[in-house]
């Protein structure tokens, strides 16, 4: 089966630019996530989705930052505009209850550089 | 607060040695959830294992064992007979419920590196 699918893998824009990361759960999974993680601040959860909609996003860091996910299949977040220090490993998450109940399983992150 | 100690910053040990790992960690509710998750130098989170609260029992997986004690709200990992493969940062998260909802709280992470 495959796991989490996360695009790009890598990615490097200049400030200002709007980037857009890209996930897709495991197939039966009803709950995304999506996680920053950096040197300074470790991995830390942005926004969680259930069932396509969102439930806490007390964690995305400011309005730059938004998520969506259309369809089970595939969640979205985009910063726009950019910062250097939105420089990070974004990863996503899918579960197939929440966190407490079940275990969240990675995708490979995508690694954001922001010059 | 932080919720997920792991005092443990780096861990450097030579091949067929063994390292454990500390764990500690903070919550007021008697339903919880501890995991452990490995991060090896290619940067994906591997998930390793998966304890409840309620389940005090000693586990052991190969080369991995976990000792979960509540008393001490510790979780601790020990990787026997270490290989080079196993070096990585390895991550302890808590998950507890907050506000009728669950998060997963992660600690800072034990780099451990093993040497030929």
């Known amino acids: 089966d495959a796991g989490v699918i996360q695009s790009p893998r890598h990615e490097v824009t200049e400030m200002g630019q709007e980037v857009t990361l890209r996930c897709k759960p495991i197939?039966?999974?009803?709950?995304l996530f999506w996680y920053r993680q950096t040197m300074m601040r470790g991995l830390e959860l942005l926004i969680y989705f259930n069932n396509n909609v969102p439930i806490d996003d007390s964690g995305m860091p400011e309005d730059r930052f938004s998520a969506k996910m259309p369809n089970a299949s595939f969640s979205t977040l985009k910063i726009q505009p950019s910062e250097p220090r939105d420089s990070a490993v974004y990863f996503c998450a899918s579960s197939l209850k929440l966190a407490g109940t079940d275990t969240q399983y990675f995708g490979p992150g995508t690694r954001l550089t922001v010059l | 607060a932080q919720k997920v100690t792991q005092a443990q910053t780096e861990i450097s040990v030579v091949e067929k040695e063994d390292v454990t790992l500390d764990c500690v960690y903070e919550?007021?509710?008697?339903?919880?959830?501890l995991f452990w998750y490995k991060q090896p130098p290619s940067g994906e989170l591997v998930f390793l294992i998966r304890r409840n609260s309620f389940d005090e029992q000693n586990e052991i997986s190969g080369r991995y064992s976990w000792n979960f004690q509540k008393s001490t709200s510790s979780f601790n990992f020990t990787i026997t007979a270490s290989q080079v493969v196993d070096s990585a940062v390895y991550f302890c998260?808590?998950?507890?419920?907050?506000?009728?909802?669950?998060?997963?709280?992660f600690g800072a992470g034990t780099t451990v590196t093993v040497r030929a």
């Open positions: 998260a808590l998950s507890e419920a907050v506000l009728n909802d669950y998060k997963l709280s």
């Open positions: 919550t007021r509710d008697t339903t919880y959830y």
């Open positions: 197939s039966g999974h009803d709950y």
